[in-house]
């Protein structure tokens, strides 16, 4: 299997610049998501690499073979890159059965009867719609298409597998159920994974790494959990977890022994993780929600606003001045409504923000 490797690519569409300067390395039987609101250019991105559309600027390698390259006009066609895809409207041949349908592809790569026939029934089990096999797509379900969609796909073994949001016409239930389907899918096939979500639950769940993008720029390409841990700046620590991560603006200083932090009227320090040279002046802290804690002796004094039971957990919305934060609690809470109550901020995993430059600058602990 092949390593996938992007370097510089641009994509300008008539002086609009749809992705830019793009870098990345999608190893060998990764599952790699790519992320971001609508128009940041997912789709470009990924069909650039399937070589449906022509990048502007840069070069594209699949395992040892250059694809694509802007300088030398080396462009190899779709048919030719060996990959998969799978797009968000899988439309199936009507008038030929799931069989027809799987082995269609088959039959035009030429491949003989027999060979046919057995892998056929491989994508059938595989995808666990053997009992189908001789109906149409119309007598099937929404999710049991899809399903033969995704084996017509793999049919023809592709090293590399696309896919831009296949799941975003299915209901919850099977979206969920779909999720874990292909993370199966995955480990069993052993082929390379690309796929596209605006839906963060979506990437954090599948991905062995999460391509964070906005405005054609990629935010950060990491692990699902350094993305929720360590956010590269305020636009991935925004867009990924909910209830989202709470800001707070603060301003921090420097004193003999550390760095002296005043947030929501109080003053405490603030005790970076890695040695880091703090300036004076304002920042934003990045707290996740499940990292505040309501207890009787808590250094913080905040009061009720709103809490929010699933029954799972509940999120308590926690106000001080104007500033409204989130916190989460394990179980079913329900505090009365501007009742007075104390916090702390557990863990070192506070986050530290530029306030202009929006990147993060530090991680740590705050104490009181
Ligand atoms: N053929 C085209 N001509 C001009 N502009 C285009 C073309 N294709 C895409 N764009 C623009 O490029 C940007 C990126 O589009 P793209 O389809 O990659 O977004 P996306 O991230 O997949 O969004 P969505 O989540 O809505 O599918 C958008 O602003 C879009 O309008
Ligand atoms: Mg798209």
Known sequence: MPNIILEHITKKFAGFTAVEDLNMEIRDSDFITLLGPSGCGKTTTLRMIAGLETPTSGRITIGDKVVFDAETGVNVTPDKRDVGFLFQNYALWPHMTVYQNIAFGLENLKWKKSAIEQRVHEMLALLKIEEFEQRYPSEISGGQQQRVAIARTLAPNPKVLFMDEPLSNLDAKLRAEMRTELKRLHRDTGATFVYVTHDQLEAMTLSSKVCLMSKGVIQQFDAPLTVYNRPANLFVADFVGNPTMNFIDCDISETNNGYTVRFLGETGRFIPREKTDLKHGTYVLGIRPE??????????????????????????????????????????????????????????????????????????????
Request: contains cysteine; proline residues 1%.
């Open 291 to 368: 990292l505040i804690q309501i207890s009787d002796d808590g250094a913080l004094a905040m009061s009720a606003y709103a809490t929010l039971p699933t029954g799972l957990e509940t999120t308590i919305k926690l106000k001080k001045g104007d500033t409204i934060i989130s916190s989460i609690q394990f179980g079913s809470i329900d505090y009365e409504v501007d009742r007075e109550l104390r916090c702390d901020i557990i863990s070192d995993k506070i986050c530290l923000f530029g306030k202009d430059s929006t990147d993060l600058v530090s991680m740590g602990s705050i104490t009181f």
